[in-house]
């Protein structure tokens, strides 16, 4: 166990922002560990809330009559500058829980309205993106889309594009194109179960 000794605000952005972790651990060996968070503050940072509280959600959608297609986006990311196809998802805004949160993520992204569906908390539980790197925490809201694809409401800073894939696409993306780790995850369920959503009945 690290004993944190002190912590110290290295930039002052909007979405993200780096912090200095000083302490030692139960040898004595004294470091410096860097954090990102999307905490504005020293006091909003999970190492000093001790609450797992989600900074996101990622919204799994299935659309259609027969629910045999699910709503994707491929996003432009500067970290690998190109393009990684992902599960809807976006940021939580002050006050909001995470199915309002899903909601308006997903009308935001997409343009279709989105319908969550209850299961059981561990499987939409907050859980650590990167550990290693980040103390964010997103959870996951599972459900079905209506409506239309639309950018209208997409913010002019995102390049994306909107798609409802089949399990053939699903199967040639995961295949053939760069994903992020939950739409893989994810996804593995929809191509191979008759039900995806099979897997929140407990």
Do not use: W
Request: hydrophobic share 35%; proline share 3%.
């Amino acid at each position: 166990m690290i004993n944190v000794k002190d912590i110290t605000k290295l930039t002052d952005t909007k979405f993200v922002n780096l912090y200095d972790a000083h302490g030692f651990n139960s040898k004595g060996h004294e470091s410096h560990y860097n954090v990102a968070s999307r905490a504005n503050s020293i006091e909003k940072l999970k190492i000093s809330t001790r609450r797992n509280d989600p900074d996101g959600v990622i919204i799994y959608a299935l659309y259609g009559e027969k629910h045999d297609q699910v709503v994707i986006i491929r996003q432009y990311r500067y970290p690998i500058d190109d393009f990684v196809y992902e599960l809807p998802a976006g940021l939580m805004e002050p006050g909001e829980n995470m199915e309002e949160a899903a909601i308006r993520e997903l009308h935001e992204e997409t343009g279709l309205t989105f319908h969550p569906i209850k299961c059981d908390k561990m499987f939409t539980e907050a859980r650590f993106t990167t550990v290693g790197l980040t103390d964010e925490s997103v959870g996951i809201v599972y459900g079905y889309a209506e409506g239309e694809l639309s950018n209208k409401y997409a913010e002019e800073s995102e390049e994306i594009q909107v798609m409802l894939a089949d399990r053939k696409e699903i199967k040639r993306i995961l295949k053939e194109e760069l994903t992020a780790m939950p739409f893989a995850f994810q996804l593995m369920h929809f191509i191979h179960d008759e039900d995806p959503f099979a897997f929140l009945s407990i």
